[in-house]
């Protein structure tokens, strides 16, 4: 399995536009990227994937380079409410089955005012 | 609103005792998993169902089953608890649509092993 590296930690001033990196050096060509993000005592809610196009939704937008060994999630304007861990998860395509997301440490977003 | 539902918020349980969390999804999905959480060792994946009666190992299976007897409800079964399965513990469901596959999460079961 493709594995990520994300920074332990990020800070970010409200408003201003968060770029969260992730590095999976180690991705294959049909592996998809996800992102999504625990905000303290709730379970993880999903945010954004993407193959190989950017993307955006109405959360944020995903980048991803064009040799595909890197991305980084934008959160445009920043609130109080987006301080949370961030995961950056590679998972393989429905060819394997059998898989699973699995999450690393992912990055810690505190936003201040 | 799609709901997955633990049966504990918190639960306190002690050695040796044989222990069960329960999650039940009302979204008709295929999937759902177990995952532990622990701090500074992010989330790590014990167990997962892709049907009834199906489950696959996850990456700590060690000293944990699972039940899957009905597709709306996944169990994890603790045998003979330890102190170092004291843990938050996260029940996920999703659809079989695995190009656009989100994990729905549960509110977690905080377990502690006395």
């Known amino acids: 399995d493709a594995k990520t590296t994300q920074p332990p930690s990020m800070d970010c001033a409200e408003g201003r536009a968060a770029n969260l990196p992730c590095n999976h050096s180690t991705i294959s060509g049909n592996e998809y990227v996800y992102w999504y993000r625990q905000i303290h005592s709730q379970g993880p809610q999903y945010i954004i994937h993407?193959?190989?196009n950017n993307e955006t939704n109405e959360m944020a937008s995903l980048i991803i380079t064009e040799d595909r060994k890197s991305s980084t999630l934008i959160l445009p304007h920043a609130t109080l409410r987006d301080t949370a861990v961030y995961y950056c998860i590679v998972r393989i395509s429905l060819n394997q089955a059998g898989t699973a997301l699995i999450f690393g440490k992912g990055t810690t977003l505190s936003v201040s005012s | 609103d799609v709901k997955v539902t633990q049966s504990s918020r918190y639960l306190v349980k002690r050695t040796g005792e044989k222990v069960f969390l329960e999650c039940v999804q009302d979204m008709d999905h295929e999937n759902m998993f177990w995952y532990r959480q622990d701090p500074g060792l992010g989330l790590r994946l014990i167990y997962f169902?892709?049907?009834?009666?199906?489950?696959e190992k996850g990456d700590i299976p060690e000293g944990y089953s699972v039940s899957r007897e009905k597709k709306e409800r996944f169990s994890l079964i603790l045998e003979s608890a330890s102190t170092n399965q004291t843990s938050m513990y996260l029940c996920?469901?999703?659809?079989?649509?695995?190009?656009?596959?989100?994990?729905?999460f549960g509110s977690g079961t905080q377990l502690s092993v006395l």
């Open positions: 996920a469901s999703s659809s079989w649509d695995l190009i656009k596959e989100k994990l729905f």
């Open positions: 169902s892709y049907d009834v009666k199906m489950k």
């Open positions: 993407g193959l190989k």
